[in-house]
Structures are given as C-alpha cells and as structure tokens.
C-alpha cells in the first residue's frame, strides 16, 4: 500500500510542478522564451540519451540475469535504479537552475522553476522511499 501512495505522491507533485513551470513560462516574453528554449536544446537531448542508457543498462541487466546475480551479493538491483534515476534528476534539475540563473530572467520565472523543481524531488523522493519500504517487506515475506 505504502508503494502505491509514494507512487501517487510522484505522479501528483509531477504534475504539479510541471503546471507551475509552465504557468511561470507565461510570465516571459516571446524573446525571452526563445531564448530559453534555445539554450536548453542540446541538455535535453543529452539528458534524454543518459536516462535511456539508465533504463536500458537495467532492462539488459535483466535479460542477462544479472539483476539475480546482484541481489545475491546484497545489492537490490531496484533500489540502485531508482537512486540513479534519483541522482539523474536531482543533477539537471541543478545544472538547468543554475544555467537559468545566469540569464537575465524575470524573478517570477525563476521563482515558479524553483518550486516546480522542488515538487518534482519531493514527488520522486516519495517513490524512493515508498519503493525501499515496498522491497524491504517483500524481502521479509521470503
């Protein structure tokens, strides 16, 4: 059940930090959106390449029955993904603040990025812990 709630608490602060970016874009003037816009296009397709080769290297750990092989030395495979993914998100949401810092961007903007940014770790930070919980009792029921 805690699985689920901490499941939900992500998808929610998710969407909700994805509103309040957006209703902060509105807040930028056309040029100034270009110019964002612009300035993000290179991380993001970097950013897209390194979350697909996460999820992959995980996917083929899994073909290759490594994943089994991990969880009897003591590493629980799952927990390691989702701290990656962690990690992964907690590291562009702090590269793009500091990259929209240095720009001349109205305070409101940046105002509305930070809470976006910290709802959506709250919402993934949610998932981890309900997650390590969730695999902490499935280990128990063995």
Known sequence: MIFYAGLGV??????LGRTVKE???????????GFVMASFSKMRI????ILFCIV???????????LDYLAEVGINPTVCYFVLIMLYI?????????KLRKMDLPAEYLR?????????????SALLIATI????HSMELR
Request: proline letters at 0%.
């Open 133 to 136: 919980n969730f695999m902490g």
């Open 112 to 124: 509305s990025v930070y809470i976006g940014a910290g709802l959506q770790l709250l919402g993934i």
């Open 46 to 49: 970097v950013g897209m390449y």
């Open 56 to 66: 992959g290297v995980y996917l083929v750990l899994g073909y290759l029955k490594w």
């Open 90 to 98: 907690v590291t562009s949401q702090g590269l793009s603040i500091a």
């Open 10 to 15: 992500m998808i929610l602060t998710t969407l």
């Open 23 to 33: 209703r902060g874009m509105k807040t930028l003037s056309h040029e100034q959106l």
